[in-house]
């Protein structure tokens, strides 16, 4: 099969008369990109292909081997890197070189969506005129501070995609502009194609907005979702496999809107810790690096506690930032959760004590997707426990006095009960500390219908055993 110059399954003479017709009207050209050593990868991109196909016959182009065809010394970014690298700039000097003027490129690994003629139809009817670069698959970047610009209900203007997977080129100065950038020595260290890519999509996002579009500068779009993933095959590059095709993050849902944020809110030594490490058992993405005051983990995920503390240091009552710089703070945060959570299947969530005080701003950054875990203990318990610890930790950035204890978690479970009360749309699961603690099995079955997942017997198990019923010496 490697030795074919084309690489689609036949269709009846009907259909494809039916499909040159609207071939004609997208691209010149359709390459794919191969290695010669991987012809399964080849036969598995083949037998995926959807019908119809709107596009021209594909053409298998040999990819570089990086391996093989060793990268300068100035290259720090991988032989799977260059590899990459050279086969796409290849595309591009054969079309120069041939006068094509319109192609559209993919690599091997890449997988699509159901219905892809219909959405591919929906897109390119509403592409700007102008259009050089659109992107059919790919990874919206620092999409938090820059979030995709909608220009009609199927297109985007991006602020940096990554991945070279599907993309189509239009235009001879347009290709002329992604040779140039392509070939500049403006290169950081360690980028690949995708990077250095989005740099230039990068200056086109800021001049639209300066309305000062600088010469050479090329049109990029994305759809509104992403029409083309990528297969669960390992990559050539990165030697990852996943198990099947991923679509990364939507310019129609680029802050993963859609997908809920499990908040734990309560004053410190209210058993928040408890339940969020019931959370990380169950398989709830709280964070990659957890910390805390208890034995048996905390459950704060290092990057909030350091966000909290950086905007209210212990044991302050108010914030020091601004809510417009703490609310993007959090925002940022949260979207990243949500990101990595979205990428392990399941749901992300966040416990910190300042998020009592923080409520309305995670409720600016997230909106709707906001959800409370409010856990609840008599406050005078939790009074208690905190001047406990703060006389054990005499010294420590995270001891206070007692009044000072005192005055904080009064301001935290008064900020977390006006939220909540001003809030009647946020969903609220509240949890009876003494309860969970009492018997843990019927809270979690509780918790477990809120958070709307599926847990595996194990994960219930461990869950469940967790819970130390000594957690309420205070009370």
């Known amino acids: 099969m490697t030795a074919t110059p084309t690489a689609t399954k036949s269709n009846s003479p009907g259909k494809k008369k039916h499909d040159s017709e609207r071939q004609s009207e997208i691209v010149q050209r359709c390459f794919l990109v191969n290695l010669d050593q991987r012809p399964d990868r080849l036969r598995e991109w083949v037998d995926q292909l959807p019908t119809p196909w709107p596009f021209p016959e594909p053409e298998r182009f040999p990819a570089i081997d990086g391996r093989r065809v060793p990268p300068p010394t100035h290259w720090r970014a991988g032989n799977g890197a260059w590899g990459c690298y050279r086969s796409h700039c290849l595309i591009l000097e054969k079309c120069l070189s041939e006068g094509i003027d319109s192609y559209v490129v993919f690599e091997d690994d890449a997988g699509f969506c159901d219905g892809f003629a219909n959405r591919l139809d929906q897109f390119v009817a509403e592409l700007p005129d102008d259009w050089g670069l659109a992107y059919l698959g790919g990874q919206h970047l620092h999409s938090v501070a820059h979030p995709p610009v909608k220009i009609s209900e199927h297109v985007y203007l991006p602020y940096n995609v990554n991945r070279t997977h599907a993309f189509m080129v239009r235009g001879r100065s347009n290709m002329v502009s992604l040779y140039r950038h392509l070939h500049s020595r403006d290169w950081k260290k360690a980028n690949h194609i995708d990077h250095h890519l989005g740099r230039l999509i990068q200056r086109r996002y800021h001049g639209i907005a300066r309305r000062n579009v600088r010469k050479g500068a090329v049109a990029v779009y994305t759809p509104d979702r992403w029409m083309v993933g990528q297969l669960p095959t390992r990559s050539n590059i990165s030697g990852r496999r996943w198990n099947e095709t991923r679509f990364f993050n939507d310019a129609v849902n680029v802050d993963h809107e859609e997908e809920p944020f499990f908040a734990v809110l309560g004053p410190h030594r209210s058993g928040t810790s408890c339940v969020a ?89 997230i909106g709707d997707s906001m959800r409370i875990i409010a856990v609840d203990r008599p406050i005078e318990a939790s009074i208690r426990s905190l001047q406990s610890r703060s006389r054990k930790s005499r010294g420590h950035w995270y001891a206070a006095t007692s009044n000072e204890c005192e005055r904080l978690q009064r301001s935290l479970l008064k900020h977390r009960e006006e939220f909540i009360a001003t809030h009647p749309n946020v969903p609220v699961h509240r949890i009876d500390f003494a309860s969970l603690t009492s018997d843990p099995k019927p809270e979690i079955d509780r918790l477990v219908t809120f958070l709307g997942i599926d847990p595996d017997q194990d994960e219930i198990e461990a869950a469940i055993a967790h819970v130390n019923p000594n957690l309420r010496k205070h009370g």
């Open 277 to 365: 490490m019931i959370l990380h058992h169950l398989g709830i993405h709280i964070g990659n690096q957890l910390g805390g005051f208890e034995a048996t983990g905390g459950g704060e995920a290092i990057g909030l506690m350091e966000l909290c503390e950086t905007a209210m240091k212990f044991p302050a009552t108010e914030p020091t930032v601004s809510d417009i710089e703490l609310t993007h703070r959090l925002k940022k945060f949260i979207v990243g959760k949500k990101s990595e959570a979205v990428r392990d299947e399941t749901v992300a969530g966040g416990k910190y004590p300042h998020l009592c005080r923080f409520a309305k701003h995670v409720y600016a950054a």
